[in-house]
């Protein structure tokens, strides 16, 4: 299956957190090593790592190493226990809207305080926050593993896919969710054909999915965002598969602005939805989509082509919402590593 180097990772004495800056891309491959919170925090805000389950992964992975670096220089428990909490925090706070980030942290969170409690501390302590980090990146690959064998049973023979924004390999631990079954397809002969909408503002569909895509050697079609509706009324669609950023309890999918349009034109014209996620993206914790913080970005990358030169006059307005919600009677089908459902009670049963 397809495997670029993955985009987040260690180094190989595990000291620090490694990934690729994916706002380089698709023009150069430029990897980041650091230990440093401040700069972890900036790269995940600055869409450097990207993608619901990869800011999770990053998070842990740096939540590790950064605590391990800072306690090399000394502090008592209660310092030191202080430092962890303050630094989780710093992370969780970095984006809100994908579940993933906090889960991650959290889950980073309850391994540090029992093992505190349990006595542990100096290297035993460091190798079991390092551990925990690193199970939770290999978890999201067999995950998104699972998720590409399910969402391939959707794929025929030459199926014109349409995707929007990236969840693809670079998006996860490696493979991705939305573009995993993808990558299958192609690899087992189904020739399939992608559509991508260039997701604006920060183009993850024309810098990164198309990039992923034309590197395993898909028939790969980049389109504008304004024209899924051209393509999906002209019959060229078969079905669209994108990812997630949260789920909530009643089915409701926060993902990449734009989404809702897509689903509202796929149900327009009768092409099936799919939303493509890990379980660690499902929370039971918020009942609908309305309750969903939706994360707002600076105006100028919306006055601004790709932090390239202004295109809009000083003075005006902007709405830069990261996100939008697409309420669940919108979805044809959830993929997630547990199978494909063709409803939500489904999947939310699958859970138990
Ligand atoms: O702002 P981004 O680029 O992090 O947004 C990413 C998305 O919306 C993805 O579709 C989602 O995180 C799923 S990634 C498997």
Redesign the pocket.
């Known amino acids: 299956m397809f495997v670029l180097k993955d985009a987040v990772g260690l180094t190989e004495d595990a000291s620090k957190l490694v990934f690729l800056d994916q706002t380089q891309l698709p023009l150069k491959e430029v990897y980041v090593e650091t230990d440093d919170i401040d700069e972890i925090c900036d790269a995940i805000s600055r869409?450097k790592v990207?993608?619901?389950?990869?800011?999770g992964v990053a998070a842990a992975l740096g939540l590790a190493v950064s605590f391990n670096s800072a306690i090399r220089c000394g502090g008592n428990t209660e310092d030191r226990a202080a430092l962890f909490h303050s630094y989780a925090e710093k992370l969780a706070a970095s984006?809100p809207t994908?579940v993933?980030l906090s889960w991650a942290v959290n889950r980073m969170l309850f391994v540090f305080d029992r093992s505190v409690r349990d006595g542990l501390s100096g290297t035993g302590l460091r190798h079991v926050l390092l551990d925990e980090a690193i199970s939770i990146k290999t978890e999201d690959i067999e995950k998104c593993r699972m998720i590409s064998e399910n969402g391939l049973k959707l794929i025929g023979k030459g199926s014109r896919i349409l995707t929007?924004?990236?969840?693809?390999h670079l998006?996860?631990s490696r493979y991705?969710?939305?573009l995993g079954p993808v990558h299958l397809a192609l690899e087992r002969g189904l020739e399939p054909v992608i559509y991508v909408d260039e997701?604006r503002p920060?183009l993850?569909g024309a810098r990164?999915t198309a990039y992923e895509m034309v590197r395993d050697g898909a028939e790969t079609i980049l389109v504008c965002d304004n024209m899924a509706a051209s393509l999906m009324s002209s019959g060229k669609i078969d079905m669209v598969f994108?990812?997630?950023?949260r789920i909530a309890a009643n089915g409701d999918v926060a993902?990449?602005i734009g989404?809702c349009g897509l689903a509202v034109i796929a149900s327009y014209f009768g092409v099936p939805f799919y939303v493509?996620?890990p379980t660690t993206?499902y929370d039971p914790d918020t009942p609908d989509g309305k309750s969903i913080i939706i994360?707002h970005r600076r105006a100028e990358e919306v006055t601004e082509m790709f932090y390239s030169e202004r295109m809009a006059p000083e003075g005006v307005g902007v709405y830069n919402p990261?996100?939008d919600v697409t309420p669940s009677s919108l979805v044809t089908g959830y993929v997630s590593e547990y199978g494909l459902f063709d409803n939500f009670e489904d999947f939310k049963k699958s859970l138990i």
């Open positions: 869409l990207r993608g619901a389950p990869a800011i984006r994908a993933n929007h924004c990236n969840a693809g998006a996860v991705g969710t939305a997701t920060l993850q990164l994108v990812g997630c950023d993902n990449k989404t493509l996620g993206t994360e990261a996100f």
